[in-house]
């Protein structure tokens, strides 16, 4: 009797266990985005997975990217995100040109902005300076920009 009892329990357990998880729920990012400087030109964002392709994830073809007008309050929401690991980049493109205008070849000239507030030192931060995780549902971020000249 106690060996059936057992065998009970065990395939009760082992049933449990075939059952498969649910899948994670993809939710949305919120970016709230300070500090703007001018209301020209549009915001490019980027959030990526991919720390090898970070801040410049267009080479990331699963990555979320949007420009939006850098007018009034600027808020980017990022829908259908997987919970991970994500680095967002943000860029002022005040002349909308698509691209990050430099200085003398190296000083942005226009604003930019990192999740974690990143710090910028003579380059770009890394990933993990910048990396934050996306679980289900909602995750606000505020990125203040920022302005060499």
């Known amino acids: 009797m106690k060996a ?3 065998g009970l329990a065990l395939f009760a357990a082992g049933a449990g266990a075939a059952v498969p998880a649910a899948p994670a729920k993809a939710g949305e990012v919120v970016i709230t985005v300070t500090n703007l400087r001018s209301e020209h030109g549009v915001v490019r964002a980027c959030m990526t997975a991919r720390a090898d392709v970070f ?3 267009i080479k990331d073809p699963t990555a979320h990217r949007t420009a939006v007008p850098a007018n009034g309050k ?3 929401r ?5 919970p991970g690991q994500y680095a967002i ?3 002022h493109d005040e002349n909308d040109n698509g691209k990050a205008d ?3 070849g190296m000083m942005p000239r226009e ?3 990192f999740s974690r507030d990143a710090p910028v030192h003579m380059a770009p931060p890394k990933f993990s300076d910048a990396v934050f995780t996306q679980g289900e549902g909602s995750h606000h971020v505020t990125i203040k920009m920022r302005y060499f000249l």
Request: proline share 4%; net charge positive.
């Open 102 to 104: 430099r200085s003398m």
């Open 111 to 113: 604003g930019y902005g």
């Open 55 to 57: 801040p410049k994830c």
């Open 4 to 6: 059936a009892t057992l």
């Open 78 to 82: 990022f829908t259908g995100v997987k």
């Open 74 to 76: 600027v808020e980017i």
């Open 89 to 91: 980049a943000l860029l």
